[in-house]
């Protein structure tokens, strides 16, 4: 009788397991079992429908400094199967890929449905029995098996591999059972700033900007910033939200966001200024072009620089440059709150890796239990860097498992 895997979870992870177990011990039984009644939810909506598969970077260590939590965990394990591998392990299923400008890497197709159509392609080819509607409500381990109980079924299965996503009741489950939980908490969150002067804006962005949190020391992000009708969006303030997310639950959301809007370096700004007075005494200061921002947030940030349209640079004055170069270096919004989003949204948190073998993903106080994915306290920045985890996972607890079985 051929040994029985149950995979919790019908995402990225979890596909990603069940497909390279079953490429290489066809014989097994290998089901997943999703709580929902839809598959690889979050590869369908990431990257704006279009799948953001991982990135360029396959340097391991470079890699690696892409994740807020579970880096120096996925170093090693990044020099056997990384974003390199990735990418050729969907090219040799017929998906190509292609690397946008910024490293991200799509399917070619530029469509997430290419993906998903590969994924469950390849489990019904090899085999893998996919059970939609199971929710799992507890597991206990039975001497060298566990018992899974479901809804309306029970059963019992030789191997378990823990592919749920970031799940509170699952986290529950499993506290029972004696793994240490992390605490969850958002992540890759979007900035709420109700009311904010800057909302007739919103819409516009600008593709480099450096974002900074004023009451958290060091913290500071750089890339595009969107304004929107809520607050602040895009990687800038997603990276703030990701490399500080416990100090930011730790101020309950509430904290003073400080941008520099063109990435400017302060001092040099404030030389070019002065000389102006020196150079160009008669140009007018709203004139002046070399900012590179949208005309309508430049008029805006110069209103509230409290200068004149008719101010030319000898008559701005040391305190005039102060207060404009305060609105383009460090201009200063309240923020309340957080925004969440299917298609960004991550948890930091999850089965403490200290409990997690690198090399195989198996929780090492429990025989025949694995943990791919978001369940364990692994995160990143956007960018692809989420996908290559469960990718990088999926794949080495699939061939620790199939080694062992």
Avoid at 72 to 100: A, H
Avoid at 345 to 372: C, K, M, R, S
């Amino acid at each position: 009788m051929s040994k029985k895997v149950a995979i919790i979870g019908g995402g990225a992870a979890g596909y990603f397991t069940a497909i390279n177990l079953a490429e290489s011990r066809p014989e097994l039984d290998i089901t997943i079992y999703e709580g929902s009644n839809k598959l690889l939810a979050k590869v369908l909506v990431s990257g704006g429908g279009r799948c953001n598969v991982t990135n360029r970077i396959e340097d391991p260590i470079l890699l690696s400094q892409k994740y807020p939590r579970g880096g120096l965990f996925l170093e090693s394990v990044f020099n056997i199967f990384g974003s390199k591998e990735t990418k050729l392990w969907f090219g040799e299923r017929d998906v190509p890929l292609k690397t946008e400008d910024d490293g991200r890497v799509f399917p070619a197709s530029n469509t997430s449905t290419t993906i998903y159509n590969c994924l469950t392609r390849l489990a019904s080819q090899n085999g893998v029995s996919v059970r939609l509607g199971k929710r799992l409500t507890s597991i206990t381990q039975q001497d060298e098996q566990w018992a899974l109980t479901f809804k309306e079924e029970q059963l019992k299965c030789d191997v378990l591999v823990m592919a749920t996503g970031s799940n509170p009741k699952v986290y529950q489950m499993l506290g029972n059972q004696g793994i240490e939980i992390v605490d969850p908490l958002p992540s890759l969150f979007t900035f709420n700033a109700k009311k904010h002067h800057l909302a007739d804006l919103a819409g516009l962005s600008v593709p480099k900007a450096f974002t900074s949190i004023k009451q958290i020391k060091g913290s500071k992000e750089n890339g595009p910033l969107l304004i929107t009708h809520w607050g602040f969006s895009a990687s800038s303030v997603l990276k703030l939200s990701a490399w500080f997310a416990r100090d930011l639950a730790h101020l309950d959301y509430t904290f003073t966001l400080v941008i520099n809007w063109g990435a400017f370096d302060r001092a040099e700004l404030k030389a070019t200024f002065q000389e102006y007075t020196q150079t160009k005494p008669k140009d007018k200061v709203y004139s002046w072009k070399e900012h590179n921002l949208p005309k309508r947030l430049w008029q805006v940030l110069f209103a509230e620089s409290e200068l004149r349209e008719y101010t030319n640079w000898s008559e701005i004055g040391k305190k005039g440059i102060e207060r404009l170069l305060n609105k383009l270096c460090a201009y200063e919004v309240d923020i309340k709150g957080k925004s969440t989003f299917k298609e960004e949204f991550v948890t930091a948190g999850g089965i403490n890796l200290e409990q997690v073998d690198p090399n195989t993903f198996a929780v090492n106080t429990h025989n025949n239990l694995y943990a791919v994915g978001e369940v364990i306290d692994i995160d990143a920045v956007t960018g692809g860097f989420n996908f290559q985890a469960a990718w990088t996972g999926g794949y080495l607890a699939a061939k620790a498992i199939a080694g062992k079985a």
